[in-house]
């Protein structure tokens, strides 16, 4: 059996190693020529903890490849990952124009019986689409399976969490899809959970919007620990103590980013607009989330005062630690309100900055990219951390305060403990807490 992975960015690229590491055979292909050329030279395009040494050992063993040519990709393959992005529409809903363009090329080049899995996070009802247009316009008389098999990866632990998942969800209608797609997952087969393709896609957007539930939940008491002597820490700590509520995902902060729970939440909500389900819940999410940033500018102005030709050292610019990921990234929004507020800004992030160097120039005479923490703080106003790198956890910090202009901290995520950041004569001002 063949595998495909059509589409290899972050999600697909780890599916295609991680296949080809479990023993299957495996082809990755994408519009872009760039991530194909780097993968077939065992350099992955993305910044993923283990990824490029997998890449490297499945390639040198022979069983997986990367090539440009999809339909050569469908033709020679007998399941089909799909694995394109499905990017925010206007009105919230997934843009589902790649997938159905994919759709259209496998339809063309079907010739023989295969099984289309949607691996990217979709819609419920997007198989019934997949498989109309496929019906509507293959050449040949083959039989085909459409299936659901919603990826569960946290970027910054992608390869870990496929090699080590807590479920595999698999949608099917027919048994023959059935069979191999638990053939393909078999090594897994104690963490299988096999339901109907609804059932598997909806999965996938109830459990992020959940999860996304829980994180603006606990922003919102941080804003209300804000103003009582409450300590957001030790009561999220009190609250997942409980195993009914658990303690993951209970961290406040700056608010989720990430590719997929803003997008996620938003189009879960559409789906039950057009379903005539009220999601109000999950728009109340949204807005504590954007919310975030706002209160966080209000803590740096009443640090600062005035924010023009003030120098700010900002610390972690990716949308979590451990990758280089920038979508939906709180950096990029709050370094947009500095620089409009006439800041000069001092970044660094461990990975992320040739990506954030896309969007803010070097060229900029308010922005520099340092090449360490230590550079971003010198002569520094005031210090924002933006992304709870563990690097910034373990740093010299009588140095940092040395170098500072002022030694003001905006915490965004919580990672020092205050007394002891105080004591170095810092001020210091963080989340939910005094
Ligand atoms: C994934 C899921 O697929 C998406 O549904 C989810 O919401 C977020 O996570 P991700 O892998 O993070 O997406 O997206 P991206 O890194 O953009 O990868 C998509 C890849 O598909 C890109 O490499 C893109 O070049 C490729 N692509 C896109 C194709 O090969 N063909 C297309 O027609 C469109
Ligand atoms: C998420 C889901 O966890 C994963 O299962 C799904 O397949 C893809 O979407 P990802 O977006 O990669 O993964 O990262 P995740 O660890 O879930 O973090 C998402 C965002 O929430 C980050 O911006 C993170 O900083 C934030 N977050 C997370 C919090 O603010 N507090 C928390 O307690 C946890």
């Known amino acids: 059996m063949k595998i495909a992975i059509i589409g290899t960015g972050y999600v697909g690229l780890v599916t295609a190693v991680c296949f080809a590491d479990m023993g299957h055979t495996v082809v990755g292909t994408d519009v872009v020529p760039e991530k194909i050329d780097k993968a077939s030279r065992g350099i992955p395009h993305i910044y993923e903890p283990g990824l490029e ?28 990952f799909v694995s394109v992005n499905t990017p925010q529409w206007k009105d919230g809903s ?51 399976d459409v299936a659901s098999n919603p990826e569960f990866l946290r970027e910054g632990s992608a390869v870990y969490d496929f090699l080590n998942p807590d479920r595999v969800v698999i949608g099917v209608e027919s048994e023959r899809a059935r069979d191999i797609l638990v053939k393909i997952y ?61 303690g993951q995902f209970l961290k406040a902060g700056l608010g ?18 057009d379903l005539g389900v009220n999601f109000d819940l999950l728009k109340e999410s949204d807005k504590v989330n954007l919310r975030r940033i706002d209160v966080f500018m209000d803590k740096i102005k009443k640090a600062l005062w005035i924010m ?26 709050v370094i947009k309100r500095l620089l409009k507020g006439g800041a000069s800004l001092r970044l660094y992030d461990p990975k992320a900055m040739e990506n954030v160097k896309q969007v803010f120039p070097e060229k900029s005479s308010q922005v520099y990219y340092a090449k360490s923490p230590y550079e971003a703080a010198e002569k520094a106003n005031a210090l924002l951390i933006i992304t709870d790198w563990d690097e910034f956890k373990k740093l010299d910090m009588k140095k940092i305060k040395k170098l500072m ?30």
């Not at 499945?58 to 089909?80: C, M, P, Q, Y």
């Not at 590719?259 to 938003?266: A, G, T, V």
């Not at 630690?321 to 929004?333: F, G, L, M, N, Y």
């Not at 990672?415 to 005094?434: A, D, K």
């Open 53 to 80: 040494e997998l890449l490297k050992k499945n390639l040198k063993k022979g069983n997986l490849t990367f090539i440009h040519d999809l339909d050569e990709a469908i033709r020679s393959s007998d399941v089909l």
């Open 94 to 144: 997934a843009d589902m124009v790649y997938v159905e363009g994919v759709a259209r090329r496998i339809a063309e080049n079907l010739n023989s019986y295969k099984v289309i899995v949607e691996k990217s996070t979709v819609p419920v009802k997007t198989s019934m689409w997949i498989k109309r247009t496929i019906d509507m316009h293959k050449k040949k008389d083959e039989e085909f």
């Open 186 to 246: 078999q090594k897994f087969k104690d963490r299988l959970l096999v339901t109907n393709i609804d059932t598997a896609e909806l999965i996938k957007h109830a459990s992020n919007s959940f999860l996304a539930l829980k994180i603006s939940y606990i922003n919102l008491i941080s804003e209300l620990c804000e103003k009582t002597e409450a300590d957001v820490e030790l009561v999220a700590r009190g609250m997942g103590l409980d195993p009914r509520i658990g």
């Open 256 to 273: 989720y980013g990430g590719s997929c729970f803003p997008k996620d939440i938003r189009a879960l909500t559409r789906i039950g607009e």
């Open 308 to 333: 023009k030709d003030k120098i700010i050292a900002v610390w972690g610019l990716s949308f979590k630690p451990e990758t280089d990921d920038i979508r939906e990234a709180p950096s990029i929004k």
């Open 405 to 434: 202009a002022n030694p003001i901290i905006l915490d965004g995520r919580n990672i020092y403990e205050p007394s002891r950041i105080r004591e170095l004569g810092f001020e210091y001002y963080s989340i939910g807490r005094e």
